[in-house]
């Protein structure tokens, strides 16, 4: 306990509360001060990427919110085929970080990408989808909708029929009926959907930067930082705004959901009365389903012609195809792959180890803190990368590590390890909290009552029980961290220490790294695909195995 | 089957007391000062409404709770202090909490296991135990893949292996379907006999409890209301709740008053009721009741029969509920409703609502509680 309270009082809170310091302070004098906030406010180029910002994330929201809606409609109220499709839709996105896919999207719907090439020679327009923050908004939404869609398809699948029919009976019916009952049943689950999407948004670096967007609050204070030094405020200015807005973000999610358990399925229930589909139904259905599929499946689409093509440059596609940029990314760059397994796999070690430690005591010990150490590890969500970059830069940078040639702590590939798992434990704590509220207390109480101590029952009982929950949690540590951009692109001090995320973006910066760098991202992509089906179907078979039902 | 390894409870004294227990939780007072002695190798049973203490109580004996203030000791051994893993009680969990990723078998060594016993003789003793509840054919099946009454007997097997001094039964029953319940219950009762075992059930359930044990206490707000043989408790119940929790009862209220050299009952509904026979409490004088088992209330529509030693009362017959062996009928007194019970035989036509009738009540069945 008292381990990893030091862990994340050293990791987590010193660098956080470090910016907030710096960003009241006097800058020569380091008196408290609100000057940074008035320049800050003063400057137009800071107002204006605020209020961009804040755009964004709105507008992001808001078209994620109409990519969701009918899909999560047609599952839950309809008998309809095409159920599989939406839960794959729910998952293909999330395993492209937005970053990457940001210049294929380009490459595509770009001014001068293959659509409106297309569109140009055909009818003579052009649609400025990816220009300025339109692309930010675009590439985000269809990365971040199935957050909204997960929610809000279980907010509706635990709607029970009975609901709706005790609705029925009293003589409420149609639209009045989905206004009354149907819809202030789900909003929990959109709310907290929604504000976690504007979070993800307003905090993203890698994408508004790839698209060369820069008047947003997240590329500014990576600019002033990158070109300026860590001494400059403003920096710490935009991180403390970013950290104030996220955390609302966060209160406003947990406060839709907290006390508004709706869930109301009964024994032998379940989800809402489901009717079989007209014919002209159908029809509407799959076209959207396939129109936003094409939509999502576009920077997979293109990042694959980016990957494979030669030259790809005012023109509908690649002029021709080669491996030669995969070969490029083994011989030339091996190095960012290699980090990239490493700092995934000891940052994932590190969480699931933190996460079963703390979820452990947080549900079954009475020790007093408990619930603050659940906390304040949880609140790692609500901190941007970038914010722990800095703030990791600020307070490491002074210690100097004797057996590196005295090089900063900061420095240190290993910093970088323990931010990448200070900023994924929420993940792998909320995948250990979940498998252990699954072990019913009476399963320890019961090995206790026949001679296990504690740590017996802990190694015999809980950890086997917890085991596909853990493997879980750190597969999703692992896969997310190894496509982290914002707090590795301010840690990463040497090409030589760079994952992934950083090759990418390195590669991207350039037109001819663009192959190469899609080749990384296909390589991302595997990754990450591939560790979340194997999450997938470690959970899925534990439950089959064990026949593992919810218990309280 | 002879179960030499199982020879419990006679040899040592297994006694479970306890002294001066009260717990709370937070504000809430769960348990009020609690005093029992359970003798060794007892059938004892804990019954209650739910939310009365009962399971906090057992949970209590076999470590999971702390009480605040009391001492609980098994034989002559206090064990307040210990942990559960301490204490040799064994105890059936109501959802059986059997691990699901060990078989039958892992789950029933894994006690003995703990006391790293050597592995042939674990092996001894878990089939000794799955043969005991029959089970030896299924010990390499998961939980998973057994029915509720089957885990049920793993659970049992589970916790009598390592031949705890106590045996705690957590509603052991509640989740099995009707006929297997009234199974069930007798299995536990044989197996308890054969080991003859310390042991605590606890249920809410009359019926379990009257037909399994040879005590029962019955609890109600954290307090015990009453200890006794089953037929003791239904007799004799010692307070009105004890009356209403066990089994059916008319209550007819009012107070004692003396007249002369006789003692009457003046029922509130105006009713007046000579008593001279019953053995009185001076403490019944305000406020009491009279406590009628329905079948103690015997009908009749012939002419007026004054005897000695019945009570009679005058009513009209207001509704009826057949019950199978009985007819229930619900008879009005001056405004007052009283059960009345009539055996059923073939063919046997019941009164119709609206039937005068006398009711006649030996008046050693007559019991008087506070009211």
Not at chain 2, 199 to 214: K, M
Not at chain 2, 236 to 256: E, H, M, S
Request: overall charge neutral; hydrophobic content about 45%; some cysteine.
């Amino acid at each position: 306990m008292l381990f990893i309270a030091l862990f994340l009082l050293i990791f987590l809170i010193v660098p956080v509360v470090n910016v907030i310091f710096v960003a009241f302070q006097d800058v020569t004098t380091s008196q408290f001060t609100l000057v940074n906030f008035k320049d800050f406010f003063s400057t137009a180029l800071f107002r204006e990427s605020f209020w961009n910002s804040l755009y964004v994330g709105v507008m992001t929201v808001l078209i994620a919110s109409i990519f969701s809606m009918p899909l999560a409609y047609f599952t839950s109220r309809f008998e309809f085929k095409g159920a599989v499709i939406v839960q794959s839709l729910g998952i293909i996105p999330l395993i492209m970080p937005p970053f990457v896919g940001a210049v294929s999207m380009m490459m595509l719907f770009g001014r001068n990408g293959s659509i409106n090439l297309l569109l140009e020679r055909w009818f003579g327009i052009n649609i400025p989808l990816m220009e300025g923050l339109n692309g930010v908004i675009f590439v985000e939404s269809l990365h971040y909708f199935p957050f909204i869609l997960i929610n809000l398809s279980a907010a509706l699948q635990n709607i029970d029929k009975s609901m709706e029919e005790s609705a029925q009976n009293l003589g409420c019916s149609g639209f009045r009926l989905f206004r009354r009952i149907v819809l202030p049943l789900a909003m929990p689950g959109y709310m907290a959907g929604a504000s976690l999407v504007f979070l993800k948004v307003f905090d993203d670096l890698g994408t508004p930067l790839l698209l060369n967007v820069n008047n947003m609050l997240a590329p500014q204070a990576y600019l002033r930082i990158a070109s300026i030094g860590i001494k400059d405020p403003m920096g710490y200015v935009i991180s403390v705004i970013l950290v104030v807005i996220s955390l609302s973000a966060m209160w406003m999610a947990m406060k839709s959901l907290k006390g508004k358990d709706y869930a109301t399925v009964q024994k032998g229930g379940g989800g809402l009365a489901k009717r079989r589909m007209r014919s002209w139904e159908k029809v509407m259905a799959w076209s959207i389903i396939l129109l936003i599929m094409t939509l999502v499946l576009a920077p997979h689409f293109g990042l694959t012609l980016l990957s494979f093509g030669s030259i790809w440059s005012y023109s509908i596609l690649p002029d021709a195809f080669t491996f030669d940029h995969f070969v490029a990314i083994f011989t030339e760059t091996p190095e960012f792959m290699t980090n990239t397994i490493l700092y995934s796999f000891l940052a994932g070690s590190i969480d699931i180890v933190l996460g079963t430690a703390i979820a452990y005591i947080a549900l079954r010990t009475k020790l007093i803190g408990r619930k603050v150490l659940d906390y304040v590890a949880m609140s790692a969500v609500a901190i941007p990368g970038l914010v722990i970059g800095i703030g990791y830069l600020r307070t490491f940078f002074a210690f100097r590590v004797p057996w590196l040639e005295n090089q900063p702590l900061a420095t240190w590939w290993i910093v970088i390890v323990i931010a990448l798992s200070i900023r994924r434990l929420p993940y792998a704590l909320r995948a250990c909290t979940a498998a252990l509220q699954q072990v019913s207390v009476s399963l320890e109480e019961s090995a206790e009552n026949l001679g296990a101590g504690k740590f017996s029952t802990i190694r015999k009982i809980v950890v086997p029980l917890m085991v596909g929950g853990i493997l879980a949690g750190f597969v999703t540590s692992f896969a997310t961290a190894a496509v982290e951009l914002g707090m590795t692109l301010m840690l990463v001090s040497k090409s030589a220490d760079g994952p992934l995320s950083y090759g990418i973006y390195v590669y991207m910066q350039s037109a001819a790294g663009r192959g190469p760098g899609a080749a990384l991202g296909i390589a991302a992509v595997i990754v990450v695909g591939l560790c979340t089906m194997i999450s997938y179907i470690v959970v899925d078979r534990r439950q089959k195995k064990y026949g593992m039902r919810e218990t309280n | 089957m002879t179960n030499t390894a199982y020879k419990n409870g006679n040899d040592s004294d297994s006694g479970v007391t306890l002294q001066g227990i009260s717990l709370s939780f937070g504000k809430t007072h769960v348990l009020k000062g609690i005093d029992l002695k359970i003798e060794s190798g007892e059938f004892f049973a804990f019954l209650g409404p739910s939310g009365c203490g009962k399971t906090t109580l057992i949970r209590l004996i076999a470590g999971f709770e702390s009480a605040q203030a009391g001492q609980v000791f098994i034989g002559e051994q206090e064990v307040s202090h210990l942990p559960p893993w301490r204490r040799n009680v064994g105890m059936v969990f109501q959802s059986y909490a059997l691990w699901p990723h060990m078989t039958v078998r892992k789950n029933v060594a894994f006690g003995l296991e703990e006391k790293h016993m050597p592995r042939n003789e674990i092996n001894k003793r878990v089939d000794a135990a799955l043969d005991l509840v029959d089970l030896l054919d299924l010990a390499d099946r998961r939980p998973s893949q057994i029915s509720g009454g089957q885990q049920q007997r793993v659970a049992l097997a589970r916790t009598v292996v390592i031949e705890p001094q106590v045996l705690l039964l957590d509603e052991p029953l509640s989740n099995l379907d009707a006929k297997l319940r009234v199974q069930m219950r007798r299995e536990l009762r044989q197996l308890q006999q054969k080991l003859s075992l310390t042991t605590i059930f606890v249920t809410h359930d009359q019926e379990e409890a009257n037909t399994t044990s040879d005590r029962i206490a019955v609890i109600n707000d954290g307090i015990i209301q009453q200890i006794g043989s089953p037929m003791d408790l239904y007799d004799q119940p010692a307070n009105r709740f004890v009356a209403d929790f066990l089994g059916t009862t008319n209550f007819i209220d009012g107070r004692l008053k003396e007249s002369g050299n006789t003692i009457q009952f003046h029922a509130d509904n105006g009713e007046v009721i000579p008593m001279h026979d019953i053995l009185l409490d001076s403490s019944y004088r305000d406020h009491c009741s009279l406590v009628v088992r329905p079948q103690n209330v015997t009908i009749n529509t012939d002419t007026e029969i004054e005897a000695a030693d019945k009570i009679r009362l005058k009513g009209t017959i207001i509704g009826k509920e057949f019950l199978g062996s009985t007819i229930r009928y619900r008879v009005n007194v001056q405004n007052d409703v009283l059960l009345a019970d009539d055996t059923h035989h073939h063919g046997q036509v019941p009164l119709k609502n609206g039937t005068a009738v006398n009711l006649y009540v030996k008046r050693n069945q007559v019991i008087i509680v506070d009211a």
